[in-house]
């Protein structure tokens, strides 16, 4: 679960900063993605980095989700099928979770739903919400000028934000990098710090782009 979620999460910040070429305009943006194709050419062949990167991805993908159901299923036999999720001696309120590992699960699920709705829309150009067009920067502007466009990737960026805030902590601790109050304070910081960062530097360019500050 760990390792898989710190991959995706590497991906998510490499693409949370390569989306904000959006604001150095349509040249600078459709050059961007066509390098992301050509990358490594001509010792590789086309699309070739890009096709390992997908797959590396998928593969993650599909280890995150198998793990999840597994430690589901050893937590609820943990619990004797009974008792409440996160119950503890240890914490004064009875229980030790927080709003973030509480939405975990429905998180999940509704991450998944928007990849699969974003590919449609960004990747495959099949969904074109304000527009189909060849050029990635126009299908990126286009979309966000509707609002609920907008809203659906503001609800999907705050499920991805509550993921990545419980994810990095719960990953690096399984990891062994929780192993005193004080790296566990540490740890929370950076986990919200690093959270923060990619959910606002993700719906910035969007936001702008309904505003019409950007696109326009
Ligand atoms: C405001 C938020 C986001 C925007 C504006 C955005 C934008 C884009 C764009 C423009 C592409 C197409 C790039 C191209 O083909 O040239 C893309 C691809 C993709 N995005 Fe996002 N993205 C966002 C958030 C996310 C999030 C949160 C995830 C994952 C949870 C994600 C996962 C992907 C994946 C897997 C691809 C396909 C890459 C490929 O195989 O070519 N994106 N995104």
Redesign the pocket.
Known sequence: MAVSGLIMYGY?IL?MAG?LWVFAGQQAFDTY?HH?RVLGEPMLPHNSV?WV??LV?LAGLIAHVWSAVLLSKRSHHARGGAGKRYESGQHKRGVQRSYASFTLRWGGAV?AL??IY??LH??FNVVAPGGASDS?YQ??VNGFGIWWVLLS?VI??IA?GFHLRHGLWSGLTTLGANFSPATRRGLNLVAIGVALVITVG??T??VLIFLGVVGA
């Open positions: 998510l693409h989306n993605a992301l890009l990167a997908r991805l991450i928007f990849v974003h590919l960004l990747t990635p299908r990126y990737y999907a960026l991805v993700f719906l360019p969007p």
